[in-house]
């Protein structure tokens, strides 16, 4: 343990690691900042959960109209004409009218807006879902990703199953919940792409150079002929192997703690936590979110991180692996960006005929780069219901024997 | 006791040592051979960082590499070229190595300040290695393969970078250890090791030349080794015709030492063999290579 440490120590002091990581992290800081226009426009969401429920019953949703009745009554008093909407009233309305207007009534104007729109939205769900045919959604993405033959089967295959996931995620009600309106804020887009995939190059970045800066900092240093002639001898691979892996944990725990801390410090997700990711509200582009099981956003959000954790301790492996082998921390991290963009890139290269087209996209890159997608069944040509399950357990396999390999073989290795 | 039984070392086709057959017990010995020769390969072998390509190495009738970790407990050692973390102090550097020989905090900080001490750097333990002079980083090698008191100390080239007065006081640290352990100097440079060394092991076309006392093996040119003046207009001629061992300008003439195996002329003065005559003799074409 006190080895492990000692290797902790190593990254810990590392001047470059310590930059990029305080560079990040403000940039992923910035990057929050520059897009929280919007968040007090956000809490009406979170308002609305505390008055009507989470969920969007037709009672619930009938109070909430009665209440926005009330308010246009209370409009009527203040422009002094009835309106049906409020955007009839904000139609007719130039700005030196609406200035005319104090902050406080202002701001009943504004909340009154935002009101309408989630109304309009909620009681358009059972409408606009009517509208989803799965079976023909499956065809229409066969033609888009150009898929054929044996290939073309298996996903329509899948796409069946998806279909019944659809029909028992109405049931279940999940899309009748409350949650930040999609189209108008793409909070989902936001978080798990914008933000998430930031992060995720950042943390990869910053673990792949501490993994290979470990893994051959006593060949950098030239120390490799005291060090392996110690008493622990080559058995140090695997103090550094376990340093590494902590490091990797904690790199990923520090940059997704401080931007994910900040990120929710900004956005109130308070109220949301427990509302499905499957909301009709979490509909962004031409299809809703719909996940393959019953999730919360909580959920997604702690699943999501579960994955990415277990994505670096891998990549972090295959890091180690590679850095055993090359003895050099530059060859090692442009080895593994390279390896990176030819996986991601891979099924581009497959005949779109071929399952292997799917086979190929179950690698541990293109996972993370689809965070936003995962546990999906509405994520492209990775739709797949055993997607994640699959990709980590392959490549837990395939990076413990790669290890285990590399290990075996250096126990061997003449030490120059 | 360390015994090295058949040992070969090839690198596909190159051998770099064939067929070495050692023993070692308490005591120093110094492994005298010039660069290149195979010295190197040998240490790293009794360091367990490369194996033999056929033989192998005993420590107490048990193979080395068996052994493990409960042979390199027993073993210091000091590569020729010692790395160190640069922004690491001395102190940091050796705590860091007391760790990887399984010794304890507690007394790793007291070993710490102890060798710091016996190699004159106590002034400098807290100042980062990277405004190290050669010699100050040497010291520091040296301190480090004593950390955890071993009983089998082997030091690759140890004097390097160390002036006179270090050299000094590092042969008669040397002299103290070999009391009560084995010590193994690989040197090319024979003061280094002459006058401390109980056995000498020279290696000459990647065997085992010699595995002697410096008095035995200086007797192998007993009656072959002379002094005498000869004018400068012979000096060319004279060098092709003997081994010259050395060369000295006094007087307008030049005293020359050198070898001869046979009858001697009348104006030669035999003189007692050195190890230097020896070294310089059996290596004399390794060295015309190396000019």
């Known amino acids: ?416 | 006791m360390i015994v090295v039984k058949d040992v070969c070392k090839r690198y596909g086709d190159f051998t770099a040592l064939e067929d070495i057959n050692l023993e070692f017990t308490n005591g120093l010995y110094g492994l005298l051979a010039p660069n290149g020769a195979g010295k190197t390969t040998l240490i790293k072998m009794l360091a367990t960082l490369i194996s033999p390509s056929s033989g192998e190495i005993q420590y107490n009738g048990e193979n080395i590499v068996s052994m493990d970790q409960r042979y390199r407990e027993l073993l210091g050692f000091l590569p020729q070229q010692f790395g160190f973390y640069k922004n690491y102090s001395p102190a940091q550097y050796l705590f860091y190595l007391a760790a990887l020989k399984g010794i304890s905090k507690q007394q790793a900080r007291i070993k710490i300040d102890e060798l710091l001490a016996k190699v004159a750097l106590s002034d400098v333990k807290h100042k980062k290695m990277k405004k190290f002079s050669g010699g100050m980083i040497q010291r520091v090698g040296i301190a480090q393969a004593l950390l955890n008191d071993p009983k089998i100390l082997i030091l690759d080239e140890p004097t390097a970078g160390l002036d006179p007065k270090e050299r000094a006081r590092f042969r008669h640290l040397l002299t103290d250890l070999a009391r009560e352990r084995l010590v193994i100097i690989s040197t090319h440079i024979v003061s280094d090791i002459e006058s401390i060394a109980n056995e000498i092991i020279m290696i000459k076309n990647k065997r085992l030349l010699y595995k002697d006392s410096v008095e035995q093996i200086c007797e192998t040119l007993r009656d072959a080794v002379y002094e005498t003046t000869v004018d400068f207009s012979q000096l060319d001629e004279f060098r092709k015709r003997f081994v010259l061992l050395s060369e000295k300008q006094e007087y307008g003439k030049m005293i020359v030492r050198f070898i001869h195996k046979g009858d001697k002329e009348e104006e030669w003065i035999p003189v007692h063999p050195q190890l230097e005559d020896v070294f310089l003799y059996e290596y004399q074409d390794e060295m015309v290579e190396g000019l």
């Open chain 1, 1 to 416: 343990m006190r080895i492990v440490l000692l290797e902790c120590k190593k990254v810990i002091m590392s001047p470059v690691i310590i930059g990029l990581f305080l560079l990040f992290t403000a940039f992923n800081l910035l990057v929050i900042f520059n897009s929280s226009d919007h968040r007090e426009e956000l809490k009406i969401v979170n308002e609305i959960i505390d008055t009507y429920g989470r969920e969007i019953t037709p009672s619930s949703l009938e109070l909430f109209k009665i209440d926005i009745q009330n308010d246009l009554l209370e409009l009527e008093q203040l422009s002094g004409k009835r309106y049906d909407s409020v955007y009839d009233f904000l139609e007719g309305l130039d700005m030196e009218a609406y200035e005319r207007y104090s902050e406080k009534e202002k701001t009943f104007i504004s909340q009154l807006q935002l009101k309408e729109m989630y109304e309009s939205t909620a009681s358009s769900i059972d409408e606009n879902y009517a509208k989803i045919d799965i079976e023909k959604f499956g065809q229409t993405s066969l033609e888009m990703y150009q898929v054929s033959g044996q290939a073309a089967k298996t996903y329509l295959a899948e796409n069946e199953k998806f279909a019944k996931r659809f029909e028992e995620m109405i049931q279940n009600g999940e899309h009748k919940q409350w949650f930040f309106a999609g189209k108008a804020y793409m909070m989902h887009t936001f978080l798990f792409k914008n933000i998430f995939l930031q992060m995720t190059i950042e943390i990869l970045l910053l673990v792949v150079l501490s993994t290979a800066f470990l893994a051959t900092y006593e060949f950098e240093q030239r120390s490799h002929l005291v060090t392996f002639s110690t008493r622990r001898g080559r058995k140090l691979l695997l103090d550094k192997l376990a340093a590494s892996l902590a490091m990797a944990v904690a790199i990923a725990a520090l940059v997704l703690g401080s931007t994910l801390g900040v990120f929710f410090m900004v956005f109130d997700y308070s109220h949301v936590w427990e509302t499905s990711i499957s909301s009709a509200f979490n509909w962004e582009y031409n299809f809703p979110n719909v996940a393959w099981w019953d999730l919360s956003v909580g959920q997604f959000l702690l699943a999501v991180i579960g994955m990415l954790f277990i994505a670096i301790l891998l990549f972090s492996g295959l890091t180690f692996a590679i850095s055993i082998l090359v003895k050099n921390s530059y060859i090692t991290f442009f080895l593994v960006a390279a390896g990176f963009i030819l996986l991601y890139m891979l099924p581009g290269f497959i005949p779109h005929s071929s399952n292997w087209v799917f086979a190929v996209g179950y690698t541990l890159p293109t996972l993370v780069m689809a965070i936003p997608g995962l546990f999906m069944g509405s994520s492209g040509l990775i739709f797949f219901k055993n997607f994640e399950w699959v990709t980590i357990s392959a490549w837990t396999v395939f990076t413990i024997i790669t290890l285990v390999i590399s290990y075996r073989r250096f126990a061997k290795l003449d030490i120059q």
